[in-house]
């Protein structure tokens, strides 16, 4: 790993990983596929992110890469926002969820269940909402990045 970039770690099940996290989806994403972050959110948190990325073949230096899929969890206005960008541009960004599902230094699961037309985001075993595909080729989802104020305890 060069200085200044993120280790990279090929995704099966990891335990206690450091934030910023990036790792790779082994075989890109596909129907029946889902990734599972569980954490604990800090003490005194101001945001954290969970991207699902096209990183493989695009160039190290260029950090324009498809981002099938940017959750946010933001705590000053209890917002959990989902965003794309394709070809360089951001998508219009959701915001719409029942209720905001994260409390401070407490632990939590969420599971993005990828489906043929959209991805389905569970917190807690609760469905919260679902996010329609901006990025078409779901194999090309090859990387999964974490940052923020929280702890990573397991990843699957």
């Not at 790792?23 to 596909?30: A, F, L, Q, V």
């Not at 699902?52 to 099938?68: F, I, M």
């Amino acid at each position: 790993v060069k200085r200044g970039e993120l280790p990279h770690h090929n995704l099966l099940f990891l335990f206690a990983q450091i934030v910023p996290f990036s790792g790779r989806i082994r075989g890109g994403m596909r129907p029946g596929k889902r990734i599972i972050v569980m954490g604990i959110v800090d003490l005194e948190p101001d945001r954290f992110d969970i991207s699902l990325t096209c990183e493989r073949g695009s160039n190290k230096e260029d950090l324009q890469y498809d981002v099938a899929l940017k959750l946010t969890a933001r705590f000053n206005d209890r917002q959990f926002l989902r965003i794309a960008r394709v070809s360089g541009k951001w998508t219009e960004e959701e915001a719409s969820t029942a209720y905001f599902p994260f409390i401070p230094d407490q632990p939590f699961r969420i599971e993005i269940h990828c489906e043929h037309q959209r991805f389905r985001i569970f917190v807690d075993g609760h469905q919260l909402f679902d996010f329609y595909h901006k990025v078409k080729s779901l194999s090309s989802i090859d990387t999964v990045r974490i940052q923020g104020d929280l702890q990573i305890t397991k990843l699957g």
